[in-house]
């Protein structure tokens, strides 16, 4: 049997990343783990999310344990694909991240702007390092630099515009087939779903596809705005790797 192929998808808060999990799940030879690096997030940081305990409880803080599973570890199911959802900020300054460089990687990024402006609709403060993008930019030059070219990076607005073109290329990026199967999925909750999951995934559970693209205007306060502005050269350099497929 060939090795599995094992993706690590980077993302940062309020973006599609929760939905594409549910997409290379429904492919039918695709394994999931979602956020595997929480609970070691949580538990150094201190920080008071929403199912805290439930989530530290739950989960491996031993950063090391996880990143050996997740880079050499049995596949769930021993499916031919692992899929790996991952929050850049969860990689927390002094972790290694030499682990990384045995799997497959993409880079799910989104206007910080939006990012920020849905982020602080459930959480009482923002900061930089908060959203994932200066992360997700140091991680995406590591990978790059080690391979010798770009990583497939996917922007959220391009994606939602067309889905089926973004897949069907990142797919070919890959080296693994696409299936229609990708597009949509049964409503409701995963076993594979993080314990965090009434918290934040209502809007996935009700779904069963990519929802369609809408413009989107944001209004942010002065505090709020600098976090974007901040974060913006990083989303900038980012975006200009993104996949661009033509719209059917």
Request: hydrophobic share 45%; glycine share 8%.
């Amino acid at each position: 049997m060939s090795e599995a192929l094992r993706v690590a998808a980077w993302s940062g808060p309020r973006n599609i990343s929760t939905a594409m999990m549910r997409a290379w799940e429904n492919r039918g030879d695709c394994a999931v783990v979602d956020e595997p690096l929480y609970a070691h997030y949580l538990a150094v940081t201190g920080l008071d999310h929403p199912g805290r305990d439930e989530v530290v409880a739950a989960g491996d803080t031993d950063w090391r344990r996880v990143a050996a599973a997740l880079a050499h570890g049995p596949v769930p199911g021993g499916q031919a694909i692992w899929y790996q959802k991952h929050m850049a900020h969860h990689l927390l300054p002094g972790m290694a991240t030499d682990w990384v460089h045995g799997l497959a990687h993409v880079f799910l990024i989104r206007d910080p702007a939006l990012v920020v402006a849905s982020y602080v609709r459930s959480r009482a403060d923002v900061a930089p390092a908060d959203i994932g993008l200066q992360q997700q930019r140091r991680l995406f030059d590591e990978v790059a630099d080690r391979l010798g070219q770009a990583p497939p990076v996917i922007d959220a607005e391009r994606f939602l515009r067309a889905p089926g073109a973004h897949l069907q290329a990142l797919c070919s990026r890959l080296g693994i087939g696409f299936t229609t199967r990708m597009l949509h999925w049964p409503p409701g909750p995963r076993a594979s779903d993080g314990v965090w999951a009434p918290h934040w995934y209502d809007a996935v559970w009700r779904s069963t596809g990519f929802e369609p693209w809408r413009p989107r205007a944001v209004q942010l306060a002065a505090r709020e705005a600098a976090v974007a502005e901040a974060c913006r050269p990083d989303y900038e350099a980012l975006l200009a790797h993104a996949m661009a497929p033509a719209e059917p």
